[in-house]
């Protein structure tokens, strides 16, 4: 099936019980998820807790090099190929989506920079984490014995690939878990349990003949459906790489300042997917057009107010200047030069060393 093809989603949400894991009930995998339904996920889904193939798409992965500086990932490789290696006891993946997309789109205005729809609003890891618990919290109340732990993107977990095993997503093209009725703009969370559930039929892979993701990215990162170069990625160039961004890179950056979107917007499968129903998730308006101008200049007291409670604390304010910088080089307005020469000079070398490419940049750009 083309991604294109014709044949309209519906969404349907259920009512649930607020009861529907009473203690006195019998606890299954239809409980469960309307459990999660009640807690405000859009999709549940369930997987027996095993070995996934996708370790060897990782270690590949890693052997390339193209997870960066992210050595992390190298050293759960094994853990995060089999996850009874870190919890021998579980018997079930629970996995959950949550929506996070935006219900409109600011107007975009010059000397503004854009954030990734994902970090708009409160952090998804503390939104998601107290789902998760109550979810898992009821799970053990229902079930004397079981065990049940909340996880949420920060242990050695391949949400994306356990989301496509319990039917709640495929991975597209463009690496992003999917789903037809509400696209890809949602945050995955998992619920491991001792129980031994009935598991859901894997999802399908819908992306058919559809490139436009691939298309779509300016850094090339996607080199081939279904596999993505991190360190051409502008996600991890914003966000994950501390250091000096190389000059073939920066331009296609844009004026991306936080992560990036644009693979998810070429997406045919994101065009009616709904708003997210998360009122944490609901977007701040220092963050859905943020001066470029006032990023450069960040103060450490205005970078700790503007990041707290989401997820932008994961880059520091070196970083986040660092990338202001690198919009205002490709902003094409010669404008900007005399704030970008004052910040070559900043004591943040990092953020001096991007400020002095960004003025040289668009005073080429002048001359021609």
């Given at each position: 099936?083309?991604?294109?093809?014709?044949?309209?989603?519906?969404?349907?949400?259920?009512?649930?019980?607020?009861?529907?894991?009473?203690?006195?009930?019998?606890?299954?995998?239809?409980?469960?998820?309307?459990?999660?339904?009640?807690?405000?996920?859009?999709?549940?889904?369930?997987?027996?807790?095993?070995?996934?193939?996708?370790?060897?798409?990782?270690?590949?992965?890693?052997?390339?090099?193209?997870?960066?500086?992210?050595?992390?990932?190298?050293?759960?490789?094994?853990?995060?190929?089999?996850?009874?290696?870190?919890?021998?006891?579980?018997?079930?993946?629970?996995?959950?989506?949550?929506?996070?997309?935006?219900?409109?789109?600011?107007?975009?205005?010059?000397?503004?920079?854009?954030?990734?729809?994902?970090?708009?609003?409160?952090?998804?890891?503390?939104?998601?984490?107290?789902?998760?618990?109550?979810?898992?919290?009821?799970?053990?109340?229902?079930?004397?014995?079981?065990?049940?732990?909340?996880?949420?993107?920060?242990?050695?977990?391949?949400?994306?690939?356990?989301?496509?095993?319990?039917?709640?997503?495929?991975?597209?093209?463009?690496?992003?878990?999917?789903?037809?009725?509400?696209?890809?703009?949602?945050?995955?969370?998992?619920?491991?349990?001792?129980?031994?559930?009935?598991?859901?039929?894997?999802?399908?892979?819908?992306?058919?003949?559809?490139?436009?993701?691939?298309e779509a990215c300016p850094t090339q990162a996607l080199t081939s459906?279904?596999?993505?170069?991190?360190?051409?990625?502008?996600?991890?160039?914003?966000?994950?790489?501390?250091?000096?961004?190389?000059?073939?890179?920066?331009?296609?950056?844009?004026?991306?300042?936080?992560?990036?979107?644009?693979?998810?917007?070429?997406?045919?499968?994101?065009?009616?997917?709904?708003?997210?129903?998360?009122?944490?998730?609901?977007?701040?308006?220092?963050?859905?057009?943020?001066?470029?101008?006032?990023?450069?200049?960040?103060?450490?007291?205005?970078?700790?107010?503007?990041?707290?409670?989401?997820?932008?604390?994961?880059?520091?304010?070196?970083?986040?200047?660092?990338?202001?910088?690198?919009?205002?080089?490709?902003?094409?307005?010669?404008?900007?030069?005399?704030?970008?020469?004052?910040?070559?000079?900043?004591?943040?070398?990092?953020?001096?060393?991007?400020?002095?490419?960004?003025?040289?940049?668009?005073?080429?750009?002048?001359?021609?």
């Amino acid at each position: 099936m083309s991604a294109t093809g014709s044949g309209a989603v519906r969404i349907f949400w259920f009512a649930m019980p607020a009861d529907c894991l009473h203690p006195e009930l019998p606890v299954n995998s239809a409980a469960i998820k309307a459990e999660a339904f009640q807690l405000g996920f859009e999709r549940c889904g369930i997987a027996r807790a095993r070995k996934l193939a996708d370790g060897e798409n990782l270690r590949a992965f890693l052997g390339e090099g193209r997870q960066g500086t992210m050595e992390w990932l190298a050293a759960d490789a094994d853990r995060r190929a089999d996850v009874t290696v870190g919890f021998p006891w579980a018997k079930s993946v629970v996995v959950a989506a949550l929506s996070h997309k935006p219900a409109s789109e600011p107007a975009r205005l010059p000397g503004t920079g854009l954030v990734a729809r994902y970090a708009r609003g409160q952090d998804y890891h503390k939104v998601l984490k107290k789902k998760l618990r109550a979810l898992a919290d009821s799970l053990e109340a229902a079930s004397p014995g079981a065990r049940a732990v909340a996880v949420v993107d920060t242990s050695a977990i391949m949400e994306k690939p356990w989301a496509r095993e319990a039917g709640v997503a495929w991975i597209g093209k463009h690496t992003n878990a999917l789903d037809p009725a509400i696209g890809s703009y949602f945050a995955l969370g998992v619920v491991l349990t001792s129980l031994d559930l009935a598991p859901d039929a894997p999802a399908p892979d819908h992306c058919g003949s559809c490139t436009r993701c691939l298309e779509a990215c300016p850094t090339q990162a996607l080199t081939s459906p279904y596999r993505i170069d991190a360190t051409r990625c502008i996600s991890y160039l914003t966000i994950e790489h501390a250091g000096p961004v190389d000059a073939s890179l920066r331009k296609g950056m844009g004026d991306w300042i936080f992560g990036c979107d644009l693979c998810q917007e070429a997406c045919p499968w994101n065009r009616e997917a709904p708003p997210s129903r998360e009122p944490a998730f609901a977007q701040r308006p220092s963050l859905a057009a943020p001066r470029l101008a006032d990023w450069l200049r960040m103060t450490e007291a205005a970078w700790s107010t503007l990041t707290r409670g989401t997820a932008l604390r994961r880059s520091g304010r070196s970083m986040l200047r660092r990338n202001a910088a690198i919009a205002l080089g490709n902003s094409g307005d010669a404008g900007v030069v005399p704030m970008l020469e004052e910040a070559a000079s900043d004591p943040d070398l990092l953020v001096a060393a991007a400020a002095r490419e960004a003025a040289e940049s668009l005073k080429a750009g002048a001359r021609k």
